[in-house]
Nanobody
Framework: DVQLQASGGGLVQAGGSLRLSCETSGFTFDDYAIGWFRQAPGKEREGVSCISISDGSKHYVDSVRGRFTISSDNAKNTVYLQMNGLKPEDTAVYYC???????????????????????WGKGTQVTVSS
């Protein structure tokens, strides 16, 4: 079975940092792209960042560019999201997702086209206090 397990969330003060992990199993990691998405209470889901495991191509939405860094550890089939300079508006449940095509994740992140994404994992809560 395909599994994507997000972890690493927590409560942090504004300006602080967290590193989220997305541990995956059940598919060939190198053949996929992995993305991070988030959803705040009462708001629509939105994209954060995604990475192609095969060639390392990365995409960030404007609101997190320069503050968040996505990376992968192919030996561990895990993708990380290093979040620095956290702001209260970053508060949300963060989810990771997988698709064979990075462009599908980019389309989901930019245009909300979530139905085409192959796999979704359960989320981890990030709360940033002011």
């Amino acid at each position: 079975d395909v599994q994507l397990q997000a972890s690493g969330g927590g409560l942090v003060q504004a300006g602080g940092s967290l590193r989220l992990s997305c541990e995956t199993s059940g598919f060939t990691f190198d053949d996929y792209a992995i993305g991070w998405f988030r959803q705040a209470p009462g708001k629509e889901r939105e994209g954060v960042s995604c990475i192609s495991i095969s060639d390392g191509s990365k995409h960030y939405v404007d609101s997190v560019r320069g503050r968040f860094t996505i990376s992968s550890d192919n030996a561990k089939n895990t993708v990380y999201l290093q979040m620095n300079g956290l702001k209260p508006e970053d508060t949300a449940v963060y989810y990771c997702a997988a698709d064979r095509d990075l462009l599908t994740l980019v389309a989901a992140a930019r245009m909300g086209l979530y139905n085409g994404v192959n796999y979704w994992g359960k989320g981890t809560q990030v709360t940033v206090s002011s």
